[in-house]
T-cell receptor, first 114, second 116 residues
């Protein structure tokens, strides 16, 4: 079985500062990893994904994440946040072996202050 | 703009009503999903259709009835719901073809359901 832990339920930062959203996972099999963003009253939008290859993954809106297999982490970063980045962020994993089940973390609510 | 379209955006229904939620995608994805999301929680999987056949039913009560009329459409029929069924219902799709079954999920914007 897989599990995903998002270590911070709420993060508040000032506009223009960097942000780190943490995600750790547990799995006995290889997984693919994803970060999704959800703005108010909207569905989830894919920010970035790690399927294979380079462990540093760049996504949309200036976000990037680094896959660390030894630490079973997939932390999300942005060097300089904007007020429009205020949203809920979900980390998710799914086994590489072929399944339709995606395991989501509980989410991190990011608030960017002016 | 999302490539997965859900209608209606909002729905209020009584406990004796019958209604349907609709989802449409034209990305050629052959896997389609229904998720339920309560406030401040992650999405919970309800059903998965793969190649128009029901692949996963996460022990969802029978008052929720999914239907996949073709590869582009997914419906969720609702009957005799309870107030605790009020939530955001999200449709998603993915491309299970090729080497990877687990392509990213593409979500619609959801239907906000209120059961009175």
């Amino acid at each position: 079985a897989q599990s995903v832990t998002q270590l911070d339920s709420h993060v508040s930062v000032s506009e223009g500062t960097p942000v780190l959203l943490r995600c750790n996972y547990s799995s006995s099999v290889s997984v693919y990893l994803f970060w999704y963003v959800q703005y108010p009253n909207q569905g989830l939008q894919l920010l970035l994904k790690y399927l294979s290859g380079s462990t540093l993954v760049k996504g949309i809106n200036g976000f990037e994440a680094e896959f660390n297999k030894s630490q079973t982490s997939f932390h999300l970063r942005k060097p300089s946040v904007h007020i429009s980045d205020t949203a809920e962020y979900f980390c998710a994993v799914t086994p590489t072996s072929g399944t339709y089940k995606y395991i989501f973390g509980t989410g991190t609510r990011l608030k960017v202050l002016a | 703009d999302t490539e997965v379209t859900q209608t209606p955006k909002h729905l209020v229904m009584g406990m004796t009503n019958k209604k349907s939620l609709k989802c449409e995608q034209h990305m050629g994805h052959r896997a389609m999903y229904w998720y339920k999301q309560k406030a401040k929680k992650p999405p919970e999987l309800m059903f998965v259709y793969s190649y128009e056949k029901l692949s996963i039913n996460e022990s969802v009560p029978s008052r929720f009835s999914p239907e996949c009329p073709n590869s582009s459409l997914l419906n969720l029929h609702l009957h005799a719901l309870q107030p605790e069924d009020s939530a955001l219902y999200l449709c998603a799709s993915s491309d299970p073809t090729g080497k990877r079954v687990n392509s990213p999920l593409h979500f619609g914007n959801g239907t906000r359901l209120t059961v009175t």
